[in-house]
């Protein structure tokens, strides 16, 4: 592992760079590792500090007209920030029915449907009494005022524990529903493409699992995974997901149909046949611990929760160069980071007591 200085002031984990002209890949594993690169990637900068008086925030949505729905974990409330009103608490639109909080588990990832102006769809995956599973709501306007319709169980089913719950749920790009879970403590399940445990899923709006998914009627899209927390698609459209490693080996990973990326069997990139590499590997933990993970041209931004910072990663094809890490230790743990409309990004602080959103310029 390379380790050095990052513009934060931190060691950088393994990144990966393209592989020389003529490069080939060995099948069923990722090629030749190709040299380390430094690829900058310019500092944003802070333009407001959102004291929102949050709880334990977990996911951050944005409705056409610009207004933030925030979920909170343990109180299950949908929270909303408005245009403009960048002061004071946030409001409350309601409390997600059936939520059972405990531990990791609670109001966990939000997503609006992909026709929202039509149908009004706001998606939640949430921690209940025995699994864990997706709903959609309406979300209606009547008097001014956001209306959260009756709860509609779409997706049941997925393991549940104190730790390990996943919960990051995105629509692709090909308007289908990609849910990150988590091994929930049962490492015989990652490996198991007939449990729903240490996987990436594509299912339909509807819930059902997603035509064209590599195990056939299955909803399963990807394995091996322990504990995943970020989604997001680079400007090529392919899938990248942050997870997070046991003591060691937090990982930003490629993802492709059917891969296997190896949990419990191995962690990070050790080159074993059968498994995908991770394409960066944060060696210790205690730098990372990676959780919301957004994708702005071709630059990754990851929220870290114990190594508290904002990481950003510059990213080229299949390739990801060495990690470089702002607000390092600055606002505690990170949670979350979405971009909103106006091409800025929020980012979540967690365990603040009360918690607040950032508010990061990108540089052009």
């Known amino acids: ?35 380390v690169t430094r690829t900058g990637v310019d500092r944003p900068t802070l333009a407001e500090k959102i004291d929102a008086e949050l709880q334990l925030p977990w996911s951050t949505v944005f409705l056409p ?52 102006a039509n149908d009004r769809y706001l998606y939640a995956y949430f921690t209940a009494a025995r ?79 997603a035509p064209g998914n590599p195990f056939g009627d299955n909803p399963v899209y990807s394995l091996g995974h322990r504990n995943v927390q970020g989604l997001a698609w680079d400007s090529a459209g392919r899938l990248w997901a942050s997870e997070f490693g046991p003591d060691v080996d937090d990982e930003l990973n490629l993802i492709v149909p059917g891969g296997n990326y190896g949990w419990p069997a191995v962690t990070g990139a050790p080159r074993r046949e059968g498994f995908r590499d991770a394409k960066v590997v944060w060696p210790s933990t205690a730098e990372s611990s990676p959780s919301g993970l957004e994708i702005v041209g071709d630059t990754a931004y990851l929220g870290a929760l114990r190594g508290q910072r904002v990481w950003a990663i510059r990213l080229n094809g299949e390739f990801a160069g060495d990690p470089v890490s702002y607000f390092t230790r600055e606002y505690g743990r990170i949670r979350n980071v979405s971009l909103a409309p106006d091409g800025r990004l929020w980012v979540l602080s967690n365990n603040k007591n009360p918690d607040f959103v950032l508010v990061l310029e990108l540089p052009e």
């Open 65 to 116: 007209d610009g207004t933030a729905v925030i979920s909170e974990r343990d109180s299950t409330r949908l929270r909303t920030i408005a245009p403009g009103a960048r002061n004071g608490r946030a409001g409350t639109i309601g409390t997600v029915p059936d939520v059972v909080p405990g531990g990791e588990g609670g109001l966990l990832g939000l997503a609006l449907s992909p026709d929202f």
């Open 1 to 35: 592992m390379l380790s050095g200085c990052t513009a934060g002031g931190t060691d950088v984990p393994a990144g990966t760079a393209p592989p020389p002209s003529g490069g080939t890949a060995t099948p069923g594993l990722e090629g030749p590792t190709p040299a």
């Open 131 to 209: 699994d864990n599973r997706i709903a959609r709501m309406r979300l209606e306007e009547r008097g001014g005022t956001l209306v959260l319709g009756p709860s509609e169980v779409i997706f049941s089913g997925i393991p549940k524990a104190a730790t390990h719950n996943g919960g990051r749920i995105r629509f692709g790009p090909d308007g289908l529903l990609y849910v990150g879970t988590g091994d929930s403590r049962r490492t015989e399940q990652p490996q198991d493409v007939n449990t729903l445990g240490g996987k990436i899923l594509r299912i339909t709006p509807e819930g059902r699992p």
